[in-house]
């Protein structure tokens, strides 16, 4: 049976049990949530190893890191590096997006390279290969989008795009409209110049319960892609991003009365004052299930800072209700990240994610809060920097420009307002 399966027939799984464990929760409470379709654990049955990550309603707001090859930089090595990177910055699972080079080996080294779940996006690989083999996308065949994703599924990818939710009707709408930049979404793009050269429909929409099957059978989650998403702040929430978010909803019915695991990928692009509208309106469409948003990209005018401008988004999202954050580094819209830029990008979401979860009242996000409060009204400079997001950065600026054997720190020294309080209160001293 698969995860959900088991849910639904009362059965706690050990990844339900471990994720419990990991997020001090009831298992009892995973497995109802899962049963519902608000939490999965992406988790195929084709990997030996899986460390169990939950995602939905009621626990910790989890953060996706990007990695791949490109045609420009083929080679694997630097995208290991950033996968090892990615993973000690603290992300909770990694998508391997690689478009170029080899790009089966490539996928084989992430799976083997970290116990993290692991996502993929099938129809990149489908669409280069058609290059390669035909001379264009649109060339591809239905058959060689289906042949992609077994291809993923059986390596043992965790949880997987799919862009079945774009079909004529969508593509009708879009051109109607006149958006600002179109669609920014790479599979939506090879998917709708590939319906509109052969004017057919979306094989991967056409052929749901084909897509389906393959699924269920290596209990795949389904990550149903945001083709449509906005891509910039003056296309969000535009008739054709909603028109695709009532298909979506339509899909995500029928994973979950197919017993497969699913959640929804959401907009990039959102102003602030729309994202507890989209977040609301993903999740009265989408049954509940778990929202993955990509950003919220706040502003389109910070290329080198965008992740800043996704931070707070991701902030805002997650207070909304969005479950997952995909990180977006400093490199956003200028080029291929660097692994400092991975490690910059995995750090802001998790900020995002936490502060979103304060306000959510996620278990233990309060208490992490408040043992560094304490930790600075003692001036324990050695437990400040164990529970920063980012010890390393953290211990770096504690050793820069401070005189050795400070109790303070070189902004305040010794007018530290905690330090001179504490003194005069007959309590411990604190920091600045």
Known sequence: MTQLESARAGVVTPEMARMAEKEGMDPEIIREGMARGVIVIPRNRQRAEVEPVGIGKGLRTKVNASIGTSPECPEPAGEMEKLAVAVAAGADTIMDLSTGGDIDGMRTATLGGTVLPIGSVPVYQAAIESIERYGSVVDMTGEDMFKAIEKHAVDGIDFMAVHCAINHDVVERLKNQGRVTDIVSRG????TGWMLHNQKENPLYEQFDRLLEIALRYDVTLSVGDAIRPGCIADSLDRAQVQGLVLVGELVQRALDAGVQVMVEG???????????????????????????????????????????????????????????CYVTPAEHLRLPTAADVHEGVIAARIAAHAGDLVKKVKGAWEWDLSMSRARKALDWEKQISLAIDPARAARYRAERNRAGSEACSMCGDYCAMKVVGQYLGAAGGSC
């Open 188 to 191: 939506g793009a090879f998917l």
């Open 267 to 325: 907009p990039g692009h959102v102003p602030a004052d729309q994202i507890p509208a989209t977040i609301l309106l993903q999740k009265q469409l989408c049954h509940q299930v778990p929202y993955f948003v990509l950003g919220n990209l706040v502003t389109d005018i910070a290329p080198g800072y965008d992740h800043i401008t996704s931070a707070i988004g991701g902030t805002m999202a997650s207070m909304a209700g969005a479950d997952f954050i």
